[in-house]
């Protein structure tokens, strides 16, 4: 599905009443667990990829980064809040560290395209690690660093790192959107040409953290 056909089922949502819900602010993670913030373009894709992570006990498409409070799909869209699309990914530090999450981060996007990710444009899809604290902060600058001491690409990494503000969920219809409506999300995914470019960045799909370990201790059936 291409980025006009995404609006056109996002237009089609608006007139059937779908997108009134307002969106809210997200609370603190719950004890024992630990939230990690993420934009890596379209949140529909961004939340279906960290889903994948064990570790991973929920995630949250939303927006993040702008001056409006509650802003809607349509308002962040338009470009005028500053807000980036993005998911907020809870997550258990026993299973699965912050930087083993960052370092996936990197090979499910296109860091080095500012304002844009695959064919969407503009700033509500530009990528960003929005740090929690001190420590995610340490960690994801000294990601960045090693990524551009040794990455497989010429251009310059272009991802900001910046401390998180109100994380505000998006509407219901948004979420798990790749469950939803499973058809029409991977021709968006497939039309957009996400799978394609991050092959020619990384040389292969992205490979969960923990992913393998998973397998190994699943019972055979």
Request: with cysteine; net charge positive.
């Amino acid at each position: 599905m291409s980025r006009s056909h995404r609006l056109l089922v996002m237009a089609a949502l608006s007139l059937a009443g779908v997108c009134a819900a307002q969106t809210t602010a997200t609370g603190p993670a719950p004890a024992g667990l630990a939230k990690a913030t993420f934009a890596g373009g379209c949140f529909w894709c961004v939340e279906a990829d960290f889903d994948k992570v064990p570790g991973v006990k929920s995630t949250t498409s939303g927006y993040i980064g702008g001056k409006v409070a509650n802003p809607t799909y349509e308002q962040v869209a338009s470009k005028s809040t500053g807000h980036a699309e993005a998911v907020e990914v809870v997550f258990d530090p026993k299973v699965v560290g912050y930087d083993q999450l960052v370092e996936y981060f990197w090979r499910t996007i296109d860091p080095t395209t500012k304002d844009r990710q695959f064919c969407d444009y503009g700033s509500p899809y530009r990528t960003g690690i929005f740090v929690h604290d001190a420590r995610q902060l340490a960690l994801a600058q000294a990601s960045k660093a090693k990524l551009d001491a040794g990455k497989p690409f010429s251009a310059p990494v272009v991802t900001e790192i910046t401390l998180a503000g109100p994380f505000y969920a998006a509407e219901d219809y948004h979420q798990d959107y790749y469950k939803k409506s499973p058809i029409r999300y991977k021709g968006y995914r497939s039309g957009c040409g996400r799978e394609e470019r991050i092959r020619q960045l990384w040389g292969g799909p992205p490979v969960p953290p923990g992913a393998g370990d998973a397998a190994a201790a699943a019972p055979t059936k």
